[in-house]
Structure formats: structure tokens, C-alpha cells
Nanobody, 118 residues
Framework: VQLQASGGGLVQAGGSLSLSCVVS????????VGWYRQAPGKEREQVAI???????TYADSVKGRFTASRDTAKNTVGLQMNSLKPEDTAVYYC?????????????WGKGTLVTVSS
């Protein structure tokens, strides 16, 4: 499974950006796809996850502002980010995963930088 994210950039506070991730490669049915982010000096954190059941979960810090989506026909996962804040500045990573015997296999794309200026 390979993941390719795009759409990062520089935006002013209050603005919007849209991220997209193409999920390619043969493999098992994915249990979850989504987005994580890592700000400078901080640990990577979960932003939004789309589960194969249709459930979508969000970090409290982005609820009401970010919307994640998955298009299984196009093999893409998106993240619409509105009302951006300087604290949303981070490298955003696309993630996908599935269960394997005895555990869970994660796949990561290269990050895309989102910078929100005040």
C-alpha cells in the first residue's frame, strides 16, 4: 500500500485548505484511513480517521472545523480544513491500516506541510 498526500501550503488564520491522499497498491481491505499531524517539537497526533464501517472520528481540537472523507471508487481520502488556526500548523500525514495476524499494520505517506499564519 502506498500513500501520496497533496494539498498543503500557506494560509492565513481563518482560511481553508483541502488535503487529498491517493491510496494505491494491491493489498487487503483497509480497516481505516485518515490523517495525523506533527507540529514542531510535538508528537504525532491523530486528526481524523475514516473507518471501513463508515464511522469518522475527529480530534477534539478540530471538531466542527475539519471534515474527512473517503472515496473508495477513486481510492482517495480527503481532509477539508476550515477556520484554520496557527496551532493547526504541522506536517500532515496520510495513514492507512489493516489487521494482520497478531496485530495491526500501518502505512504512512510522506507528509505535507500546512502553515497557518496569524
Amino acid at each position: 500500500v502506498q500513500l501520496q498526500a497533496s494539498g498543503g501550503g500557506l494560509v492565513q488564520a481563518g482560511g481553508s485548505l483541502s488535503l487529498s491522499c491517493v491510496v494505491s497498491g494491491s493489498g487487503p481491505n483497509l480497516f481505516a484511513v485518515g490523517w495525523y499531524r506533527q507540529a514542531p517539537g510535538k508528537e504525532r497526533e491523530q486528526v481524523a480517521i475514516v473507518y471501513s464501517t463508515g464511522l469518522i472520528t475527529y480530534a477534539d481540537s478540530v471538531k466542527g472545523r475539519f471534515t474527512a472523507s473517503r472515496d473508495t471508487a477513486k481510492n482517495t481520502v480527503g481532509l477539508q480544513m476550515n477556520s484554520l488556526k496557527p496551532e493547526d500548523t504541522a506536517v500532515y500525514y496520510c495513514n492507512a491500516g489493516h489487521f494482520v495476524a497478531g496485530g495491526y499494520q500501518n502505512y504512512w505517506g510522506k507528509g505535507t506541510l500546512v502553515t497557518v499564519s496569524s
